[in-house]
């Protein structure tokens, strides 16, 4: 189970896993900006957010890190799905148990944990991706194009 939270965006919107569950599965990436494996799975959670972060769906960053630095690693990496602060001592990091980052979860109804991944996963990242395709009824698209080179794991 998923434990709830309440964070606010770089914009001071409210982002509470409840009401974003209300409308559908929540992708909960958490990260820091100093981490190099997050650095390189970003843009891949941006792919995913592109092709499936709508109609119900949520893509959601959680950093760890200021609102100056985030709002400038989301400008650096593309990132353009909601990022939310987990502000002084980590209380929502902590309560989900990490102990690396990247961590993503795939959230489902009832805060089902339904995939759980740390560092960068690519069998995890398709696993979500397969997963969000199948909950919007549509054509899966691949994740990752084949003239890219792209490991199948880096720890975090």
Do not use: W
């Amino acid at each position: 189970m998923a434990p709830e939270f309440s964070l606010k965006s770089l914009d001071q919107k409210e982002y509470s896993l409840g009401a974003l569950l209300e409308r559908g599965p929540v992708v909960a990436a958490f990260f820091k900006i100093s981490c190099p494996v997050c650095q390189f799975t970003f843009p891949f959670l941006e792919r995913l957010h592109q092709r499936y972060g709508s109609s119900g769906v949520t893509v959601l960053g959680v950093s760890q890190d200021d609102a100056r630095a985030t709002k400038g690693f989301a400008s650096e990496y593309g990132v353009t799905f909601p990022l939310v602060l987990d502000p002084d001592g980590y209380a929502v990091s902590n309560a989900y148990g990490l102990t690396n980052v990247p961590t993503i979860f795939l959230i489902e109804s009832g805060r089902k944990v339904k995939v759980s991944s740390t560092g960068f996963d690519k069998k995890d990242l398709e696993t979500i991706a397969s997963e969000l395709a199948e909950r919007r009824k549509i054509a899966l698209t691949p994740l990752f194009r084949p003239d890219e080179v792209v490991p199948a794991n880096k720890p975090g």
